[in-house]
């Protein structure tokens, strides 16, 4: 038995990183509420301190400032004071491959001398300016990276690239979907040219180099900052409150929603669902079957963590933010970073972490090995990566097992069917990594968006309506 509950002007489904963020930008617009079906904030933001001092995160750990959206929700909630930058060691990185560590280069003068690529690659870099123009349609990330830079740059590069960011398979995944950043450089005169004319316009006017940052407790501080700032905003943030059932609300059916949660039915105007995208098909199953299916079609990849402690030493001869393991590499993981030389308190005193990955769009199967198994790879990876036998002194094993959404062809028809379908709706939108961007500053971003175009099309809405009435009044 259901009672009803006040109504909100905007209810929030999913108190993950976008539906937090969404959450502060509803603020502005009337009364929020964020309903929760866990029994904490923060989805698969995750961060944990043991006794000893090893912190272990289960997704992100790191995210890039400054980024326009994530920037103003830190401004909105105050910066917390825990907020690290990573240390300069971020910039150094390697690729696994040839079963030897090599330096990633981070620059152009790098390019020019790393040993990854043949002389006759470089200088197709340097061609760039005269590739060939896309087909139509969408384009896979090797491909691209073929076509801009070459076929040897993109199998040197693009897989370990998008192996690093999203799991995925550089075949599959599109470029205009997963990294549309690269098809507005191309538009804007080539990834080289263009890039650096951006860069050099940033400094222009002053904006910092972008830098990783986390927090001294790990990404989870980020969702519980903001959940903190909403609770005492007065925001209703409930957790232990799944979402069973969204409906259209009133006669008109058009742009007010019926909620239903273990306590009750909420009545709200703006209706966000920043929740799983399993949850999303499930609830829009009865009344978007077309967007529903969308929804189902969207792959995802699963993913394992395996945080390792080891004796500082073993990390002394690699500072740096960690490795990609290149496929044709002898390793199965994908591969690992090296969280101790990034930021503090990552290790007890005298300590080192490194967190290696396993599984992704490759080797998914990987991921239902048991703990010890992860472990045995994880080590006898790292081991053949760092050129020397590691004895862990501590190890942490986290899944994702739904995974990591993954932008493969296709997936902005998917999307677009959904955002159509929900446009005739009206009042309801989704948000969050599985839609238009997979990292936390999408995420943020795409959240604070959403709810903007909601308030947006509910006041034009509005509009329509009195001047309906107007022309009714004239008559
Ligand atoms: C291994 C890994 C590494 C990553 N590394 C990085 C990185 O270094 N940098 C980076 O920027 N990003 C990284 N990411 C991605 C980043 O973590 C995600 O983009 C982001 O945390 C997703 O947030 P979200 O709010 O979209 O979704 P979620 O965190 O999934 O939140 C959705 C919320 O909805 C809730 N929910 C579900 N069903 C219901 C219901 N019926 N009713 C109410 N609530 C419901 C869930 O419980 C959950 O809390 C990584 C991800 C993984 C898995």
């Known amino acids: 038995m259901t009672r009803d509950m006040p109504d909100v002007a905007t209810l929030v489904v999913g108190a993950g990183v976008a539906g937090l963020a969404a959450a502060i930008e509803a603020f502005q617009f009337g009364d929020v509420a964020v309903l929760e079906s866990s029994g904490r904030v923060g989805g698969v933001l995750r961060s944990g301190r043991d006794s000893e001092g090893w912190l272990t995160e289960s997704a992100a750990a790191s995210f890039l400032l400054p980024a326009p959206a994530t920037s103003s929700t830190l401004a909105t909630i105050g910066t917390p004071p825990s907020l690290a930058a990573a240390s300069d060691a971020a910039k150094r990185r390697w690729l696994f491959v040839d079963d030897r560590l090599e330096p990633v280069p981070a620059s152009p003068p ?28 969408e384009e896979s990330v090797s491909d691209f990276v073929a076509r801009r830079l070459g076929g040897e740059i993109a199998r040197t590069f693009a897989q370990p690239i998008v192996s690093g960011i999203t799991g995925g398979d550089a075949h599959n995944v599109s470029v205009d979907a997963a990294f549309p950043v690269l098809k507005e450089l191309e538009a804007g005169g080539g990834i080289m040219r263009a890039g650096l004319r951006r860069v050099r316009a940033s400094r222009a006017a002053g904006v910092p180099r972008g830098r990783l940052h986390s927090f001294v407790d790990g990404m989870e501080s980020l969702a519980l900052e903001i959940a903190g700032w909403l609770t005492s905003a007065g925001v209703a943030l409930r957790t232990d409150a799944p979402v069973s059932g969204i409906e259209p609300a009133g006669d008109s059916g058009k742009g007010r929603w019926r909620v239903t949660c273990p306590d009750g039915v909420i009545e709200t105007q703006r209706l966000l669902l ?23 079609a969207i792959p995802r990849s699963p993913i394992a963590i395996v945080a390792v402690g080891l004796e500082a030493d073993v990390l002394a001869d690699h500072v740096g933010f960690g490795f990609l393991a290149h496929p044709s590499s002898s390793v199965e993981i994908l591969g ?47 081991g053949k990566a760092l050129g020397r036998t590691i004895v862990p002194v501590w190890s942490h094993v986290v899944r994702q097992e739904r995974g990591i959404p993954q932008y493969q062809l296709g997936h902005r028809a998917r999307v677009s069917v959904v955002e159509n379908e929900l446009d005739t709706l009206g009042g309801v939108d989704v948000a969050g990594w599985a839609w238009r961007g997979v990292g936390v500053n999408a995420c943020i971003a795409d959240g604070v968006a959403r709810v903007r175009l909601l308030h947006e099309r509910g006041e034009t809405a509005m509009l329509h309506v009195s001047a309906g009435k107007g022309a009714l009044t004239l008559e």
């Open 110 to 137: 790098e390019l020019l001398r790393t040993r990854l690529v043949s002389p006759w690659a470089k200088l197709g870099v340097l061609c760039e300016p005269f590739a060939g123009r896309a087909a139509d349609g």
């Open 274 to 296: 920043a929740c799983t995208p399993e949850t999303v098909a499930e609830l829009l199953d009865p009344l978007a079957p077309d967007a529903a299916s969308a929804t189902r």
């Open 336 to 382: 690992a970073t090296f969280d101790s030389h990034l930021y503090p308190r990552r290790a007890p005193e005298g300590m080192g972490l490194a967190r290696v990955m396993l599984g992704g769009a490759l080797r998914p199967a990987l991921v239902a090995a048991d703990d010890a198994a992860l472990l045995d790879i994880a080590v006898r990876d790292l």
